[in-house]
Structures are given as structure tokens and as C-alpha cells.
């Protein structure tokens, strides 16, 4: 069996043809874009779902520069066996820049990125300086190169190349922009997209609106920003994303692709516990796997972990969770237990209505790769299209936990759930209870939830994660003679197993009998089964009791 390498990070396709990593075949890609492409095509994925080695693929298959060395780097692929297709390989001349280290935290700064990031793009170009043209054209396209342009110059950037490149090759030029939208992310982020907003919508508006220089361009990145004017005024402008647009199996990996590199890998047997990490994404009806998860998989020897954790930080997310209303945290909550809920999506994102459309954060979370779609149906009433949202597969599950949920504790504070946790573990009822019902009074509204208890079940599986390091964390798995709410199962002997039974009442005056019910039942159901099965000693068993905001622990002998 041949030895193949993983590519981790690998973003440029002739290094990864050349020095022996595994590749997944996307030509296919090639052949469905060259039978019917428009003027302009979006391409909108999450992070780390390889956009950027897809252009880079383009750009290797397109290019009239180095044509005949690179057509050897398809050899054994789709594409290669599709005679019409490879007629138009090496036939462009092609720009191909990634926006995606753009970024800074002033927009002086941002602007030497830009104006460093377009010197770098010009270079390989510098024959074209031979060629014929007008002094404000030689002044612009060397002002450029040399990193001295203006703002104003630079913002004609990629009109200026494609005319320059249609005239001394006579073919029109493909225009390929990875991460579009990085640097207005960053912008918004560091409070200066305003001016960031006006200098690229003059770069991209140029380049993509009658430009006759342009045969056609390809962009990517996460989000649609098509009410900025960005898009404007394109009369053929292809948008392909999680929801619509074809392309689907463009980014990600299909179920056949892992199936077949687990194959060639020597892995068939790994193929469920795969699936169960990371498929789940739909894009388009298309089952995808996350390609980034799939391939560190694979590197560290077949070890399950939530390895897309901390690539996709965003800190727009972070500032829309920070401010949810409590409609929307049972939703979180809800999402983080395995459930599902029905939300709107605007695909034409606005940055600025961020903080004013609550809405956004679910259009966020879609397009960002922490939920997938698995539904919609048309609102009469309300007239707008409604979709059905859940957390993909278990690595996301854990991510979403650790990276989202932990936003909503920021209301109690982090110290209130510290001493809650650790007073859970070390068997210290009285504090247990005084901290969570500190939290449940301060995170949880009156009338909270049609399923109480499946709410505050959903509230304390989020509040809990934080104990992953030390346990692991089962919710509704059987046990004895019935079903736990909630166990806690040490991944060290030194730690306690824990198991929680919940109840959620209507009045004040049914707690107390409600939580000795959930110690009856605690014991009646024999739940403790499989942690002393496992050797967990001591087992601390908690009935909780639930009333709109009290709440009461009884530690069940």
C-alpha cells in the first residue's frame, strides 16, 4: 500500500501533486465550471473547508504561464479524461490572490497590508512594463509594483492588470480572489469599516463591473456582503452557498471521497467512528464531511478529536452572543442538547445591521460551519422562508459548547461558575446550589421554555462542558433499570462519578417533593449501574428541582 502524506494546511496544488500528499480529487470541479459559468461566481464555505486550494487548483489548470508543467500535475485526475476540459487548460492569463492576511488593527495598517499584498501580486507581472502604454497607466502599474500607490490607484488594481494582461497576450484574464471578505471582517472588528467598506467596494466594483478586460472571476469566502454594493449592478453574478447555487461537493469532502481515502489509507473500519466526528454538513442536499477535521484525523493515527476547534475565531460572533436575548439563549441551549429549532437566514449580509438583526447570529452560525441545515419550509404569513437548524456531528457538538455556549456565561460570570463546578465535583451541596441558582436567576427568563425541563436540562449539559477535561459528559444514555438526565463519568480515579436527575415544576411549593422524587428515582432506576460498573468511587448523586428561577440540590443518599 502506498505511503501517502496528509496535507495539513497544504493550500497551493503543485506542491501538494509534486511531493507526494493525498489528494481528493476536485477536478470535477473544472468540468462542471467550464460547461456553464457566469461572469462572476461566489463561492461562500465555512473556514478550513479548502477555498483556498481550490482557486489554487483553478489557477494551476488555467494559467498560460508555465502551461505544459502544469498540465502534468492533472495527470490521473477527473478532469484529465475529459478532452473538452483540458482544451481550455494553460489558455489564460490568470490573477490569483488571497486576501486572507489582510488584516490589522488600524486601517493606516491595513491599508501598507494592501498596499504590500498588491506590490507581491504585481511581480511576477513585471514583463508587462516592456509593453506599450500610456504614462498614467505606466505611472499606476509601476506605483503598484513598487508598493507607492494611493489609495485611490489601488483600488483599481485588478482592472488595471486585466487590461494590461489582455493586451500583450490578446485573451482576456481570469480574475481568482480567495477570502473576499477577511479584511472587512477585520475592519468591522476593529472599528474601521467604514473607511475599509469605500476602498474595497471601489477594487472589487472595478474589477467586476464592465470590465471588458475580464473573461471571468471566481471569489470565496464566508459570507455573502451583497447589500454593501459590493455586488451590485452584476447582472450575472452566481452566488454558491450551503443553501443554493450548485457547486455543492466544491468544498468539504462527500461521504465517497472519505469512504475511498479511507480505503486507500488502510482505514475501512474507521469509517463510522468518521461519520459520527465529522460528516454531517449539507450543502445543497450534498452530504459533506469537514475536510480539515478529516485530514488531522488521518495525520494523528486515526484519533478522534475536535480538531476545527479555535480556526474559525470570529470576533462578530462573539459580540452578537455576548448580547442575546433569553428567546434566543433557550435556542443556544437547545442546539447544544441535540435538538433543532427553525430560524431565517438573510444570505445578503450586512454588516453593519450586525448588532440590530438578532437574526444574523443564526445566518452567522450557518455560514460559519457550526450548524447545518436540515430543512426549510416557506412562511405564508410571515413571508420569508424558514430553516431548520442543528449542531452537524459531535465535533461540533463539543466546539459549539466550548466556543459559543461560553459567551452566555459571561452574564453570571466566570468565577460563579467555577465555584459551582467545583463544588459539584468536591460533593459540596449547599454551594452547588447557592451558585446555580445564582446563575439560573440571573440567565433564565420567568416564563422559560414550552419543555421547562428540557430547557434547564439544555442549560446545565452547556453550564457542565467546562468538565470535559476531567469527565466524560453523558446526557439521556441508559443505566440500571432507565435513563439518566445527566452523568459525569471520571476520566481519572482521583475524580468522583457523578450522576444528576432534573425535574421542572410549576409552583415553588412542589420542589421540595420534586427533588426528593429525582433522588427516589435516582436510586428506584439503580442509574449509579454503569459508573460503578467502571469502577467510579465515590458516585455523588444529585436530585435538582426546577421552578421558573429557583432551584433547589439535594444531595440523594
Known amino acids: ?79 484529465a479524461q475529459d478532452e473538452e476540459a483540458m482544451a ?12 486572507k492576511n489582510i488584516e490589522w488593527d488600524t486601517w493606516e495598517g491595513m491599508q501598507q497590508k494592501i498596499s504590500w499584498e498588491l506590490a507581491r501580486l504585481y511581480s511576477p507581472f513585471q514583463y508587462l512594463s516592456q509593453d506599450e502604454m500610456d504614462d498614467d497607466m505606466r505611472d499606476a502599474f509601476e506605483s503598484i509594483r513598487t508598493g507607492k500607490a494611493t489609495l485611490e490607484t489601488m483600488g483599481n488594481a485588478f482592472q488595471l492588470l486585466c487590461k494590461l494582461l489582455e493586451a500583450h497576450h490578446e485573451k482576456k484574464a481570469v480574475l481568482l480572489i480567495d477570502e473576499y471578505d477577511a479584511p472587512l471582517q477585520c475592519a468591522w472588528s476593529h472599528g474601521y469599516y467604514d473607511e475599509a467598506i469605500g476602498f474595497f467596494r471601489s477594487l472589487y466594483s472595478s474589477a467586476l463591473k464592465s470590465n471588458s478586460s475580464l473573461d471571468f472571476a471566481i471569489l470565496t469566502g464566508v459570507l455573502r456582503i451583497a447589500k454593501e454594493s459590493i455586488f451590485s449592478g452584476l447582472n450575472n453574478l452566481r452566488v454558491s452557498s450551503a443553501l443554493s447555487g450548485g457547486y455543492a461537493s466544491a468544498c468539504g469532502y462527500t461521504k465517497a471521497e472519505v469512504a475511498k481515502m479511507a480505503h486507500d489509507l488502510g482505514h475501512d473500519d474507521k469509517l463510522e467512528e468518521l461519520a459520527s466526528w465529522y460528516d454531517g454538513y449539507d450543502f445543497q442536499g450534498t452530504e459533506i464531511y469537514n475536510p480539515w477535521s478529516v485530514n488531522n484525523y488521518f495525520m494523528e493515527h486515526c484519533k478522534a478529536r475536535p480538531y476545527w476547534m479555535r480556526t474559525s475565531g470570529n470576533s462578530i460572533l462573539q459580540t452578537m452572543l455576548r448580547d442575546v436575548d433569553q428567546k434566543r439563549e433557550r435556542e443556544l441551549y437547545e442546539l447544544a442538547r441535540g435538538g433543532s429549532i427553525r430560524v431565517r437566514v438573510d444570505e445578503a449580509f450586512i454588516y453593519k445591521d450586525v448588532e440590530e438583526h ?55 460570570g466566570r468565577t460563579t461558575l467555577d465555584y459551582m463546578l467545583n463544588a459539584m465535583v468536591e460533593g459540596d451541596t449547599d454551594m452547588f446550589e447557592e451558585c446555580l441558582q445564582d446563575i439560573v436567576r440571573s440567565m433564565c ?13 439544555g442549560l446545565m449539559l452547556g453550564l457542565t462542558v467546562w468538565l470535559e477535561k476531567r469527565y466524560r459528559i453523558r446526557s439521556n444514555r441508559g443505566s440500571g433499570y432507565g435513563r439518566f438526565d445527566l452523568a459525569f463519568f471520571p476520566k481519572q480515579a482521583k475524580f468522583p462519578g457523578i450522576v444528576m436527575e432534573f425535574k421542572a415544576v410549576k ?51
Not at 36 to 46: E, F, K, N, S, Y
Not at 88 to 99: A, C, S
Not at 445 to 457: K, L, N, S, V, W
Open 445 to 457: 427568563g420567568i416564563h422559560d421554555a414550552a419543555h421547562p425541563e428540557h430547557f434547564y436540562h
Open 88 to 99: 481550455e487548460q494553460g489558455q489564460r492569463p490568470v490573477i490569483f490572490l488571497t486576501m
Open 507 to 557: 409552583t415553588e411549593e412542589e420542589l421540595a417533593p420534586a427533588v426528593d422524587a429525582a433522588c427516589q428515582q435516582i436510586a428506584e432506576k439503580d442509574y449509579t449501574a454503569e459508573l460503578e460498573a467502571q469502577g467510579a468511587s465515590p458516585i455523588w448523586c444529585y436530585g435538582i428541582a426546577f421552578c421558573k428561577k429557583r432551584v433547589i440540590v439535594k444531595m440523594c443518599s
Open 358 to 412: 438578532i437574526d444574523n447570529l443564526y445566518t452567522l452560525l450557518l455560514y460559519t460551519g457550526y450548524l447545518k441545515c436540515t430543512g426549510s419550509e416557506y412562511d405564508e404569513d410571515e413571508d420569508d422562508e424558514l430553516y431548520t437548524v442543528a449542531l452537524p456531528n459531535r465535533e461540533i457538538r463539543s466546539v459549539f459548547r466550548r466556543e459559543i455556549l461560553k459567551y452566555l456565561t459571561y452574564s453570571v
Open 1 to 79: 500500500m502506498m505511503q501517502w502524506k496528509i496535507p495539513i494546511g497544504m493550500e497551493f496544488f503543485d506542491q501538494l501533486r509534486e511531493n507526494g500528499y493525498y489528494f481528493v480529487d476536485k477536478t470535477p470541479f473544472i468540468q462542471e465550471f467550464l460547461r456553464d459559468h457566469a461572469a462572476v461566481t461566489l463561492l461562500t464555505r465555512p473556514r478550513r473547508f479548502g477555498k483556498t486550494l481550490l482557486l489554487s487548483m483553478m489557477q494551476r489548470f488555467l494559467d498560460l504561464k508555465d502551461a505544459e508543467e502544469n498540465r502534468k500535475l492533472f495527470e490521473g485526475l477527473a478532469v
